[in-house]
């Protein structure tokens, strides 16, 4: 990583790109029946026992398969065994990840039922949808910290690198042909990712990184 390609605020590295590369994660324009959700998240014991303690509230979205496989199988599972191959998981996507978690912090992943995260589940109008990212907007919660880190984070990636914080894209192209990350459209990231960006570096960071924006890429 060369430090002079970035931009320094508030002692966070930034990747420049934010601050140009549209991005819109919109499940009805794209039609991809949230297909980024081919497998499940991977999750730290800590997110394991927030989803707990709301899972009633969030199986309630899903359909009685699913349900049935939760209830019989649980809705953890061990990553190696459950994917011997990686899942699919392309090796910069899995990097991402693991950054983001506390050093030395183990984790888990989320059953895969039917080849999709077992939380994914299909609305009257046909769009599929994560129950657990449902269940926190209508609850009035602020889903962006509530939900999966590995699934807010997406694109954006958060570590640490060399003891600085570093704030870049994920360098994916397993993922590349997912139509929102094929067709870009919307805001630049750091705007319509601004509440995703407030979860993982904090409020007070967010709002030097909006001045900065309007300063110089207004």
Sequence with gaps: MDKNNFIEIDSVLIDPRIFTTPYLCDVARYECKSMCCYRACIVPESEIKEVRKHLKGIVSYLNNENRDAIEKKGFVAQCEKQCPNGCEIHPDEARAVRRLF???????????YKGACVFLYTNKQ?????????????????WEAFKMKDCVQYPLSVYIKDGEKVLTIQDTPFLEHI??????????MYKSLEKTITALLGKRFNDKLQKYAKRHFA
């Design 179 to 188: 139509p929102c990350m094929k067709d870009k459209a919307g805001e630049p």
């Design 102 to 112: 506390e050093e030395g912090e183990g984790f888990k992943c989320f059953l895969i």
């Design 126 to 142: 046909g769009l599929k949808y994560c129950a657990i990212h449902t269940y926190a907007m209508d609850k009035g919660m602020q």
